[in-house]
């Protein structure tokens, strides 16, 4: 239960589910605002989501979803991701590249064109080119949150090369905040604190004691 709720807090932003017909008719995207192969994003709670515009109102995007592990019907499938669907995916590590409009791919949210193209070296591939990347790879793949998410898919499409800036930097936080001096400190403190209390200096003691914060300060 606390895994379902650390995840909904993470992923979901939107109460789209519970909305009225009338507020939904109410949020309009207008597909004219973008142009096929364009890379769109929207927000998330700690994260941003991202697509691919194929035209036409329609993007397509690499988003959890554990219903097509248990049915492979399309009408049933293809109906919009709900959050039940995606946390279940993210937990089961099973996602799919899908089409929708531009109103399910929002959920809720502003849609806004990504500006990766004036912060990278690398150049774009043409816009009818990224798009028919994005049409091959429709269908269900493996996820991983850090690994092989929505933002690899749009990367790979748009420039070729499989990247995900959000989790770069995930990881540069985690690298600073664990791999620190500090860190390698406070754990070779908790570490004799914890020989202390336990009496005893044996191999299997004080091993980790003296690994960890070693690899910690090595690492740092």
Not at 145 to 155: F, R, T
């Amino acid at each position: 239960m606390i895994a379902l709720k650390l995840l909904n807090f993470f992923f979901i932003t939107s109460t789209l589910e519970d909305e009225s017909e009338e507020d939904r008719q109410k949020k309009t995207y207008v597909d004219s605002l973008y142009k096929r192969g364009d890379l769109l994003e929207v927000s998330r709670t700690l994260f941003k989501h991202f697509g691919i515009y194929l035209g036409e109102g329609r993007v397509a995007h690499f988003i959890p979803d554990i219903l097509p592990v248990f049915t492979k019907e399309k009408s049933i499938v293809e109906r919009m991701v709900t959050n039940e669907r995606l946390i279940l995916g993210v937990l089961a590590k099973t996602a799919s590249v899908r089409v929708d409009s531009l109103a399910d791919f929002a959920f809720g949210d502003q849609i806004q064109v990504n500006k990766t193209d004036s912060m990278i070296s690398v150049r774009p591939l043409n816009g009818e080119e990224v798009a028919r990347r994005a049409e091959k790879l429709i269908g269900s793949f493996s996820y991983s949150l850090l690994w092989h998410n929505c933002e690899h898919y749009v990367m790979y499409c748009r420039y070729g090369v499989a990247f995900s800036f959000q989790t770069f930097q995930f990881c540069k936080l985690v690298r600073t905040t664990l791999l620190s001096r500090k860190m390698a400190f406070l754990s070779a403190i908790i570490g004799i604190f914890i020989m202390l209390y336990l009496g005893a200096l044996t191999p299997l003691t004080t091993l980790p004691i003296v690994v960890i914060p070693f690899t910690i300060w090595m690492a740092s």
